[in-house]
């Protein structure tokens, strides 16, 4: 599919606080190990290393989670794209993210809904982080979902947004 470079299926602030923690705690735990090599061992190194390796363990490990957790979204999202089929969503609507901030802007996520012929009921998949709110919404959009886990679908608002570019631009 000649499109799936073009896709970007973003960090979440999730994965980004992951990735922030990594780097903090491999930076503790370097410290340590250059203290463990260039001070020499007295009263106070006893003390100092022990509470940064465990102050860098506490960081990094959580870090790796979330950054892994994240990056594994990632990788479900594109495999939806790139190798999945598509179904059309109607959409539900779109909310405005609080809990964060970007550039003093808040992002909207827009929801959409389709039945699933696997159990009969209805499954909900959402569009990350656009930063200015589709308006009108449209009644329909693609959704590219997953050919063996119906969980994972990557909401394809970005004809959408490219026709409203480009009406603004007349």
């Not at 930076?27 to 290393?49: E, Q």
Request: proline fraction near 5%.
């Amino acid at each position: 599919m000649e499109n799936a470079e073009k896709k970007k299926f973003g960090w979440t602030e999730k994965g980004l606080i992951g990735l922030i923690f990594s780097v903090i705690g491999i930076i503790y735990l370097l410290i340590t190990g250059l203290m463990r090599v260039a001070v020499p061992p007295s009263k106070d190194t006893r003390v100092i290393l022990p509470v940064f390796t465990a102050l860098g363990i506490l960081l990094l490990v959580p870090g790796l989670v979330f950054a892994a957790l994240d990056l594994r979204r990632r990788k479900m999202l594109r495999l939806a794209y790139e190798g999945g089929y598509w179904v059309m969503a109607r959409v539900v609507g779109c909310r405005k993210i609080r809990h964060m901030r970007v550039n003093g802007r808040y992002p909207y996520v827009v929801e959409c809904e389709t039945d699933d012929v696997a159990d009969g009921g209805k499954r909900t998949y959402t569009r990350r982080y656009l930063y200015d709110k589709p308006d009108p919404l449209p009644d329909e959009v693609r959704v590219y979902r997953d050919r063996y886990d119906g969980r994972w679908g990557f909401v394809d608002i970005d004809p959408l947004l490219e026709e409203r570019k480009e009406e603004k631009r007349l």
